[in-house]
T-cell receptor
Framework: ETGVTQTPRHLVMGMTNKKSLKCEQH?????MYWYKQSAKKPLELMFV???????ENNSVPSRFSPECPNSSHLFLHLHTLQPEDSALYLC?????????????FGPGTRLTVL | AQSVTQLGSHVSVSEGALVLLRCNYS??????LFWYVQYPNQGLQLLLK??????LVKGINGFEAEFKKSETSFHLTKPSAHMSDAAEYFC??????????????FGTGTKLQVIP
């Protein structure tokens, strides 16, 4: 596969469940990102990793826990979520942290919290 | 902080008509500007970007955008709409965050409908 892949594509979970979202990039990039996309709101940056090091936690609640075991894989661990966390979660990568770098996005995971 | 404003959350055009999607930015420094497109059930894909140099930027699928500093605008145009252009379009501005990484601020998006 090429590009940025995300699994699962759809996820329904209860508020007491624990689940994980997975992102994999096959582009040889060094930076990876998690975004939240909600209806009628701009994309919200959640986490940034560069060379496996987390460089930003954008005031995200602790019920979201990221993990970046290597520069190709990024996970988002979910636990005790709230219904307002229902959204499309997008993973992206870029070659580095340059201001003009293009971010390459995966197709997203559509999360529904019941 | 930098920001972008997209005028019109929905735009409808007839097939073959001009496409014009508006974006205005707010920035205290020369901006780096992007247009991304999101097709249904897909992630965002870069259409074009302005960094420095020529103010008229050409992108994929026949789209182009012009950086106008005096108007703080970066409007996206295409001379003739095609049915396959139906998607949501996002204007974005890039900045250096305190953590040293590239922080991209996106607009709220404009959904383009193309009418046969």
């Amino acid at each position: 596969e090429t590009g940025v892949t995300q699994t699962p594509r759809h996820l329904v979970m209860g508020m007491t469940n624990k689940k994980s979202l997975k992102c994999e990039q096959h582009l040889g990039h060094n930076a990876m990102y998690w975004y939240k996309q909600s209806a009628k709101k701009p994309l919200e940056l959640m986490f940034v990793y560069n060379f496996k090091e987390q460089t930003e936690n954008n005031s995200v609640p602790s019920r979201f826990s990221p993990e970046c075991p290597n520069s190709s894989h990024l996970f988002l661990h979910l636990h005790t979520l709230q219904p307002e966390d229902s959204a499309l979660y997008l993973c992206a990568s870029s070659i580095d942290r340059g201001l003009t770098d293009t971010q390459y996005f995966g197709p997203g995971t559509r999360l529904t919290v019941l | 902080a930098q920001s972008v404003t997209q005028l019109g959350s929905h735009v409808s055009v007839s097939e073959g008509a001009l496409v014009l999607l508006r974006c205005n930015y707010s920035s205290s420094v020369p901006p780096y500007l992007f247009w991304y497109v999101q097709y249904p059930n897909q992630g965002l894909q870069l259409l074009l970007k302005y960094t420095t140099g020529a103010t008229l930027v050409k992108g994929i699928n026949g789209f182009e955008a012009e950086f106008k500093k005096s108007e703080t605008s970066f409007h996206l145009t295409k001379p003739s709409a095609h049915m396959s252009d139906a998607a949501e379009y996002f204007c974005a501005v890039s900045d250096r965050a305190s953590g040293g990484y590239q922080k991209v601020t996106f607009g709220t998006g404009t959904k383009l409908q193309v009418i046969p």
